[in-house]
């Protein structure tokens, strides 16, 4: 029987990078630009990841919209793109021509109260139903 042994254990490519801020799957959030409307995949304290069902160019800094179905909107919140994903991206998510990641730039303090009312019934629903992470 052949067996490889190692000396370190390898780390899988997902931990390799950390984040400094847990993120939570978006379920039913959606981000809302001026090229459209794309699906949240998920959020968090410093910006999130969506998801596009047709390809658009997007800047370096730009505005967007989050709403949810419960009725929390947060408005005109300054992104700037981190990375993105297009449909030739083996880590693409399922359904997307392409997907961007974003952190949030100077939130108002209005902006901030509300994301933390979002994410945190966001944490609610994924410890409620862990099921759907």
């Known amino acids: 029987m052949n067996q490889l042994i190692l000396r ?3 780390i899988p490519a997902y931990l390799r990078e950390r984040r400094k801020n847990d993120r939570f799957s978006a379920v ?13 995949t998920d ?3 410093d910006g999130l990841s969506f998801g596009c069902l047709y390809r658009h160019a997007f800047p370096a800094l730009w505005s967007m919209d989050i709403i949810n179905a419960n009725g929390v909107h947060l408005k005109q919140l300054t992104v700037r793109k981190i990375w ?15 997907e961007v ?3 949030f730039i100077d939130l108002t303090p209005r902006q901030e109260k509300e994301l ?13 139903h862990p099921c759907l992470l």
């Open 116 to 128: 933390d009312l979002l994410l945190s019934n966001l944490f609610l629903f994924n410890v409620e």
């Open 8 to 10: 370190e254990s390898l």
């Open 43 to 45: 959020i968090g304290r």
């Open 101 to 103: 990641g974003v952190e």
């Open 28 to 40: 039913n959030l959606l981000g809302i630009t001026a090229r459209g409307t794309g699906k949240i």
């Open 84 to 98: 993105e994903r297009d449909s030739g991206h083996p880590d693409l998510s399922g359904g997307f021509e392409l």
